[in-house]
């Protein structure tokens, strides 16, 4: 199964009452094991959790932590883009040059890189001069 039938696929577990706009990722981790995630709603709407989220958080919890590929789909009018948080999320455990590949329901796709999905990432150097002062 490739990484964009298993994220179509998981899409369809998607709990979305709210917004009925169902997500589906799919990600590779460099082990190869493939993991999944659904977007998962909330009555308090602040509280749901995006599809790109769900699939990291069964990355880490089956013990893996480097994403080598990652496939998001919904049923848009153009390729999915992930929301910003999400961005920051999938930039912690991609390199660079991670081809993240956003798709439509009905085949439209867009192939972007990490960096191009958030040029000017926050990470750990911005931190180089902290200090307990
Ligand atoms: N959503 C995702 O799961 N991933 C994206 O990349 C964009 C947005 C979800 C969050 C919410 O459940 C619904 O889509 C509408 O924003």
Redo the contacts with the bound molecule.
Sequence with gaps: MTLLQAATAVRQNAY?PY?R?K?G?ALRASSGAVHLGC?V?NVAYPE?T???AGAIAAMIAAGDTAIAELV?I?DSPSP????GG?RQKIAEFAAPDVVVTLCTTDGKSTALTVADLLPGVFSLAHMARTSDA
């Excluded at 999915?80 to 929301?83: A, G, L």
């Design positions: 979305a917004s706009f997500v990722a977007n709603e749901g995006c599809a790109e998001v919904a999915v883009p992930p929301c999400c």
